[in-house]
């Protein structure tokens, strides 16, 4: 992942552990991305502050540091969260109401005889 972008941005970190990564704005985790063999768990956060920085950093991240298409935009002051769906790669536009929103590119947990190996190869 290039990080070379946030060298510039202040205000801004990173925390990386084996399985997530999260890039922070202040005092808040603004982008949480979570791996798992299912898929990806994606969690934005705003903490009360709809800023125009706040926005610009969490879409920042999803332009140049993942493979995920997540788009913020601001429309007669209410946030909307833009996304690609899994099952059929249209773009989705949801309000932003609370204070996190979570996107779920995980694969569901089989429920026949299917191995969690097998549905992780065709994800690939």
Do not use: C
């Not at 694969?107 to 190996?117: A, L, N, Q, S, V």
């Amino acid at each position: 992942m290039d990080k070379k972008w946030i060298r510039t941005k202040r205000a801004t970190s990173w925390n990386e552990g084996e399985t997530f990564i999260e890039m922070w704005y202040h005092q808040t985790p603004v982008v949480r991305v979570e791996t798992t063999e299912r898929g990806a768990l994606v969690t934005l956060r705003h903490n009360g502050y709809k800023t125009v920085t706040t926005k610009a950093r969490i879409n920042d991240f999803f332009r140049y540091s993942s493979k995920h298409s997540v788009v913020i935009h601001q429309r007669n002051f209410v946030w909307y969260v833009n996304y690609r769906d899994v099952d059929t790669g249209e773009w989705v536009e949801d309000e932003w109401v609370d204070d996190s929103y979570t996107i779920d590119y995980r694969e569901p947990i089989p429920t026949d005889e299917t191995t969690h190996e097998e549905v992780f190869k065709t994800m690939n």
